[in-house]
């Protein structure tokens, strides 16, 4: 089964950015569709941008649309989020994995992002 490694995150001002990564291991990477998803304190995992595998097509949340920027360099495997004019509500972690399919994929750790003054 593939796994998944993020990083990346940390303490940021609101209006900053930050570039998260996350590094696939294994062999098949370049054919995913790959998504990123956050889990804020007391709710939800959710699905907040994807990416296809070859078509490289892109998908985002509503709450994230025109910040937020995913992209994928297949020769390294890794997966990126590069998150612009971040706001509190971005507080998260943040983790990656199959998209839109996320069972037959894997969680990992994640990587926290906290936004505050």
């Known amino acids: 089964q593939v796994q998944f490694v993020e990083s990346g995150g940390g303490l940021v001002q609101p209006g900053g950015s930050l570039r998260l990564s996350c590094a696939a291991r294994g062999s098949l990477f370049r054919v995913y569709s790959m998504g990123w998803y956050r889990q804020a304190p007391g709710k939800q995992r959710d699905f907040i941008a994807g990416?296809?595998?070859?078509?490289?097509?892109?998908s985002y949340a509503d709450s994230v649309k025109g910040r937020f920027a995913i992209s994928r360099d297949n020769s390294k495997n890794t997966l990126f989020l590069q998150m612009n004019s971040l706001k509190i509500e971005d507080t998260a972690v943040y983790y990656c994995?199959?998209?839109?399919?996320?069972?037959?994929?894997?969680w990992g750790q994640g990587t926290q992002v906290t936004v505050s003054s």
């Open positions: 994995n199959r998209w839109p399919n996320t069972a037959s994929g894997s």
């Open positions: 990416i296809g595998g070859s078509s490289g097509i892109t």
